[in-house]
């Protein structure tokens, strides 16, 4: 029997891990149907770029890119030696029982599926050039849009995926996007998740990486776009050795939602995890960080490190924090914390009085509150459009 949209239930404050952030109140308003592309055995499609996708300060037709277009694969060019890209039947199997989710999301997404892929770096493989996930959306219509890639790391290989989401100023979805990224030993992964979608966009993804022996994870979420939207990153840091590292960033405006939640699974002892994420919210927005680290009794020797820090830039603006160590081991270091607040007056004050105008100090203030996080980006160029996107936001 064909599943229906209406068959399952979507996220609302019930579900405990969904508390701040209401994915039906959006879905009711706007009654998403799965998208289904007309024609899907016509060989003959033109897999010709759109200027919307080419116009993105983030294309370079250079790297090794994949191109979804509402939510099906639209073009993938490899440069690169020893990198496989491909698509799958099988939407399923592939996420392990490391990750257990409490809501329908992941299921809606396997009902649904528009389009699977693969990506594997082989064994010994240092990939230099990124690799960039574009997903472009320019349907009108209210549609239910959703991928999986899963992404494998062989032993001792390096690389870099950027993913991008945005869509034209009209196109009014749903985004459910899954990740399952299987690191192996000495493996590296920099994970770049930049969200760009449109002020009428709904976004749900996850990004669940299953890491061993001696790998690096290094995430950065930029989150700037969409009406309402929940990023979220799950490890499984089953051995020694490892270092997973999150920065994030939300910025929203008029009445947008972004929530980034994590959840830390350290499960083998002398492993490292380090969460930084910050948000500037402005009119009537809201924003969330709801980030768990879990520690089992094994995991001895663990240094597991999360801060949130928020600011505040109008008066009916709000955030709901809630970062949790849930620590079974004696011999750990833990720490969490949290900050919310304005604007330092004394600080724009002194900005003032050396001739600057109030405007230009906030500015000022502003952009030293988010360059922090952004020192560790090791792609000059992607840093360099990162913090450009920024100040088009906030200004």
């Known amino acids: 029997m064909e599943k229906l949209i209406k068959d399952f239930e979507i996220p609302n404050k019930k579900i405990e891990t969904w508390k701040f952030t209401d994915l039906n109140k959006v879905f009711e308003k706007n009654k998403f149907e799965p998208f289904v592309k007309k024609n899907l055995t016509n060989k003959n499609e033109s897999t010709t770029i759109s200027s919307n996708i080419k116009n993105n300060i983030f294309f370079n037709n250079e790297n090794n890119f994949i191109i979804f ?36 999301l992941l299921e809606i997404n396997n009902a649904f599926m528009n389009d699977n892929l693969i990506i594997k770096i082989k064994k010994n493989t240092k990939i230099k050039e990124p690799i960039s996930i574009f997903y472009y959306n320019c349907e009108k219509n209210k549609y ?92 499984s840091i089953n051995s020694a050795d490892i270092n997973f590292n999150i920065k994030g960033l939300y910025l929203a405006k008029t009445n947008q939602h972004h929530d980034i939640t994590t959840l830390m699974q350290h499960k083998h002892p002398e492993s490292n995890s380090n969460q930084h994420i910050k948000g500037i919210l402005q009119k009537n927005s809201s924003g969330v960080f709801q980030g768990k680290v879990i520690v089992s009794q094994d995991a001895q020797k663990t240094d597991a490190f999360q801060f949130n820090q928020n600011l505040l830039l109008s008066e009916t603006a709000e955030v709901n ?34 001739g600057l105008k109030r ?6 203030l502003v952009e030293g509150f988010i360059n922090e996080l952004f020192d560790d980006v090791e792609n000059k160029d992607l840093k360099k459009k990162l913090l450009l996107t920024s100040k088009k936001i906030i200004y």
Not at 359 to 364: D, G, H, M, P, R
């Open 359 to 364: 405007e230009e100090a906030k500015k000022i």
């Open 144 to 235: 239910l849009i959703n991928n999986k890639i899963n992404i494998f790391l062989e032993e001792n290989s390096e690389a870099e995926i950027n993913e991008i989401f945005f869509s034209n100023n009209k196109s009014i979805y749903w985004n459910n996007v899954h990740n399952y990224i299987s690191l192996k030993k000495n493996s590296k992964l920099w994970h770049y998740k930049i969200q760009l979608e449109s002020a009428a966009a709904l976004h749900s993804s996850s990004s669940n990486v299953d890491c061993e022996n001696s790998s690096v994870y290094n995430s950065f979420i930029f989150s700037v776009g969409g009406n309402m939207s929940r990023i979220e990153v799950t490890s």
């Open 321 to 354: 924090a809630k970062p949790e160590l849930e620590i079974y081991a004696d011999d750990v270091k833990c720490s969490h914390g949290a900050t919310t607040g304005e604007l330092d007056e004394e600080m724009l004050f002194y900005l003032r009085s050396r």
């Open 69 to 104: 277009e509402n939510g099906y694969l639209k073009k993938i060019n490899i440069k690169t030696k020893n990198l496989e890209i491909k698509t799958s039947k099988n939407n399923s199997k592939t996420f392990k029982k490391n990750f257990d989710r409490k809501d329908n």
